[in-house]
């Protein structure tokens, strides 16, 4: 038979057999850990979707702007970090950071394929 331990101490369990750790500070120690790992995932997932929107702010400085990629992920920007999204009737979805949208555009030249985002401003600003 396996020899049950705790999960914060790797003390050997005495008592009840669905006893899970061998002291409230165990068990409170574990919880502060667990909780604190989730804490620092939000703040990583916070910090990139302000970051996009202070990029797409500094440069969608009339409403609507048109700006090649590159220049957005210089600044630190990563599409892959959006609060909410709209499909519109064509069919293209916008994403957006806060109030601030961006589309994903593709131009096309006889030479090559430049990316674009098309960033918008939820309230029209």
């Keep these: 038979m396996k020899k049950r331990t705790c999960p914060n101490c790797n003390d050997p369990l005495k008592g009840r057999p669905d006893k899970k750790y061998c002291s409230p500070e165990c068990r409170a120690a574990d919880h502060y850990e667990k909780r604190k790992q989730n804490e620092k995932l939000f703040f990583q997932v916070d910090a990139k979707l302000k970051t996009n929107r202070r990029v797409l702010k ?26 909410h999204f709209r499909k519109i009737v064509t069919g293209d979805v916008y994403f957006y ?3 601030f949208g961006f589309l994903k555009m593709k131009e096309t030249t006889p030479t090559e394929m430049k990316q674009k985002y098309l960033i918008i401003n939820w309230n029209g600003k």
Excluded: Q
């Design 58 to 83: 500094k440069y969608n400085t009339n409403g609507k702007t048109i700006l090649r990629r590159e220049v957005l992920h210089k600044e630190g920007f990563d599409p892959n970090y959006f609060t």
């Design 97 to 99: 950071c806060y109030d």
